[in-house]
């Protein structure tokens, strides 16, 4: 299979299906002649023409009103935001105007859109550049929400996205852009709601998504070394949950830990836990463990940003300390 | 009957922006019949009865609120009908594609014009299956996007990037996906709603992008309880000019004014050359919403509006003098609808609530 970085496996998914399907479009700031801020629409300009690669105005909250009355009318407009932080803006559209209105219409007026860019902890850009939002999206009825770990997801959950009939809000992660991963080549889709087990395990299931899926893979290598066997989820999609797979890997394992780039309050690990307390509270031999954002502003200073996100070597500390009963 | 003239100006739309101005249209309605071309007798006597038809629907809504039979929010269109029939009157026909329409939670007439059946709007005002959204939507949200009408969006202003929206589709289709169209967008928004800064951001993608869109203010004077001076600095008509869009003030309580100026938008925007703004001078009689006891102004300000501007009072009066209409035509006309109207009523209130399956349909599609 061939190596891809994250980047190319987003621009590759995109193109597939916009020469596929001459409604689709990608709209947002600088994607065009500038070939993207993260660089992941390059050389699109070029294929498509600036009719279907849209540079915008900086303005999210019209671009995407904009984009979802596209979407309305018939249209499959893929919105990319230069990073989520800026889709704060456009909140509204997403929520009251392109989760909503199938509903208010009685199935009159849907909308099928994509909502992409980066999301979570970027490196050393402070605060205001810096957050995870998937627990606000996951929240909202009538939007999926996925947030891929590696390249072949990258596309597959793209790809699926952008022929699902349902807003889709694609939350990537700067980090991850230039990592590399084998992409099945062909059409190749991931299916909306369905966890993957990134790693077998039998001692304690470690539940992330994005960025933190890497870190749980990486813990898990230095908890083998150590005798304790971790059993990753990358859970891929936030809305819908793929229950079943997480009770699934909790009845294996007897022991579950959640990983989040938010803060916890409110936040996909709480989420998660109230899902294993529904649906597999017989299961658990120990609480369930939460490893989040710190509840602060994310600092700019190096030493204080590691600080405030769960790092690999929190995990492997934590994860020994809940399997040995230490806690 | 007119106390106030038309005052129609236009911004001359094949100028650059940079020489923008304002130059003095003629006037349209009233006695002037130089515009009578635009409508035979037989269609004068159908937008009468359209407007009317609006006109009777909403005071039964009010009276239905006042029974508890529709609840919540509830805005009437009772004073601005000419704008949303002048629109219609003008707008594209079926045959040819027809236009796309989209407006505020004041929707209800514009349902109606846009071929709602009285039953799919009043059913939905009282929650009921018959309504155009099942009973989830209610008073705010109706659509029907097959004739046309895309809602019925309460979060105020929203409408106006998702109307460019429709437009930017529009164009899409035919430059992109070969499908020849010249729908245009009648994207209709409230003089408050214009101080937004959506507005601004759509105002400037829309000429950037040159959308096939006509922006039509609904200037009701108010916005809840704040009136046009104390919200809006300067003039709405001129909001268009920096990103160089034509723009006129039009008088909305003139049938034939709104038509005459709706087909002027939309033939500049069929033409390909971008959007274009009607600011339509109109007013509302009721409150915001059925809610609204209306302190910040005087009965006495709605009954000069009433009896010197009324939209559908002035169209009479010209079949009338010009025409030669007797009164007895508009008094069965009123008979008939508000027969209709009651009926209406009646039928949508035997209609049961939604069923309980109901609740989980249409979250995502099927
Ligand atoms: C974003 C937002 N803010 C406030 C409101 C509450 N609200 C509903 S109607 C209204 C007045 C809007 O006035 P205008 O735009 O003039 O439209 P009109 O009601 O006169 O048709 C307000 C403030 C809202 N629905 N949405
Ligand atoms: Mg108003």
């Given at each position: 299979?061939?190596?891809?970085s ?8 995109m ?56 979407g ?50 970027a ?38 996205a ?10 990537e ?155 | ?7 129609t ?70 004073g ?40 799919e ?91 096939p ?6 200037n ?97 009066q ?7 209409m ?39 599609p099927?």
């Amino acid at each position: 299979m061939p190596q891809q970085s994250v980047r190319e496996a987003i621009r590759d998914a995109m193109s597939e299906e916009m020469r596929a399907d001459k409604r689709v479009f990608l709209i947002g700031e600088e994607v065009a002649d500038y070939q993207g801020a993260y660089k992941c629409s390059q050389g699109m300009v070029q294929e498509f023409g600036d009719k279907r690669v849209i540079d915008t105005p900086i303005a999210e909250l019209g671009f995407t009103g904009i984009a979802v009355g596209a979407g309305m009318a018939g249209l499959r407009p893929i919105v990319e935001y230069m990073t989520w932080n800026f889709a704060l803006l456009a909140t509204d559209h997403i929520l009251n105007s392109a989760a909503k209105t199938l509903y208010m219409s009685g199935g009159k007026v849907g909308c099928p859109i994509v909502f992409r860019g980066l999301n979570g902890v970027a490196a050393h850009v402070a605060a205001q550049h810096s957050q995870d939002f998937a627990n606000w999206y996951m929240n909202i009825p009538g939007l999926k929400v996925v947030a891929p770990s590696n390249a072949a997801d990258a596309k597959g959950l793209l790809k699926a996205a952008i022929r699902d009939d349902s807003p889709v809000v694609v939350l990537e992660h700067e980090v991850l852009y230039g990592h590399m991963g084998e992409v099945p080549e062909g059409d190749y889709i991931t299916p909306i709601g369905k966890a993957n087990v990134a790693r077998a395990g039998t001692d304690v299931s470690i539940f992330a998504y994005s960025m933190m899926t890497v870190k749980a893979l990486a813990a898990a290598e230095e908890l083998a070394k150590q005798g304790i066997s971790a059993e990753v989820v990358d859970l891929r999609s936030l809305r819908p949950l793929d229950v079943a797979a997480i009770k699934a890997s909790v009845s294996k394992t007897h022991r579950a830990v959640v990983l989040e780039e938010t803060w916890a309050a409110a936040g996909v690990g709480a989420e998660i836990m109230a899902t294993i307390s529904d649906h597999a509270w017989d299961e658990l031999d120990a609480p369930v463990l939460r490893l989040s954002q710190l509840p602060v502003p994310l600092p700019y200073a190096s030493n204080l940003e590691t600080k405030c996100v769960p790092q690999v070597d929190d995990i492997v500390r934590e994860v020994i300390a809940l399997v040995g009963g230490q806690r | 009957m007119q106390a106030k003239s038309a005052m129609t100006s236009a911004m001359n739309s094949a100028t650059p922006a940079s020489t923008l101005k304002a130059v003095q249209a003629a006037k349209v309605g009233g006695k002037s019949g130089g515009k009578a071309a635009l409508f035979g007798l037989p269609e004068l006597q159908h937008w009468h009865r359209v407007m009317l038809e609006m006109r009777r629907f909403e005071e039964k809504a009010a009276a239905l609120y006042q029974q508890k039979a529709i609840q919540g929010f509830c805005h009437l269109y009772i004073g601005q009908e000419a704008v949303a029939a002048g629109l219609k009157a003008t707008s594209q026909a079926d045959e040819f594609g027809g236009d796309d329409f989209i407006t505020s939670y004041r929707c209800h007439a514009l349902g109606l014009v846009c071929g709602l059946s009285m039953l799919e709007v009043m059913g939905e005002l009282t929650g009921r299956v018959v309504g155009i959204s099942k009973g989830k939507g209610g008073s705010m949200h109706m659509f029907e996007p097959s004739k046309g009408f895309w809602g019925g969006h309460g979060i105020v202003a929203a409408q106006v990037p998702l109307g460019a929206g429709i437009a930017f589709a529009r164009k899409y289709e035919a430059e992109v996906l070969g499908q020849a169209n010249t729908r245009v967008s009648f994207t209709l928004i409230g003089d408050g709603a214009m101080n937004a800064g959506q507005v601004f951001e759509t105002f400037n993608m829309a000429a950037l992008w040159q959308l096939p869109v006509v922006f039509v203010i609904e200037n009701n004077q108010y916005g809840m309880g704040t009136s046009v001076p104390r919200a809006a600095a300067g003039e709405l008509w001129k909001r268009g000019e920096p990103f160089g869009i034509p723009g006129e003030k039009v008088d909305g309580m003139d049938f034939l004014a709104v038509a005459e100026a709706g087909k002027r938008a939309a033939d500049h925007c069929r033409a390909g050359k971008g959007p274009y703004l009607l600011e339509m001078d109109t007013y509302r009689y009721r409150g915001n919403s059925m809610s609204d006891p209306a302190k910040y102004r005087t009965r006495d300000d709605v009954e000069n509006v009433r009896d010197s501007r009324d939209p559908i009072a002035r169209l009479q009066q010209q079949l009338m003098t010009e025409h030669g209409m007797k009164e007895s035509y508009f008094d069965e006309v009123d008979e008939a609808v508000k027969a209709a109207v009651n009926q209406c009523a009646e039928e949508a209130l035997a209609a049961p609530q939604p069923g309980e399956s109901e609740l989980w349909t249409d979250v995502y599609p099927s």
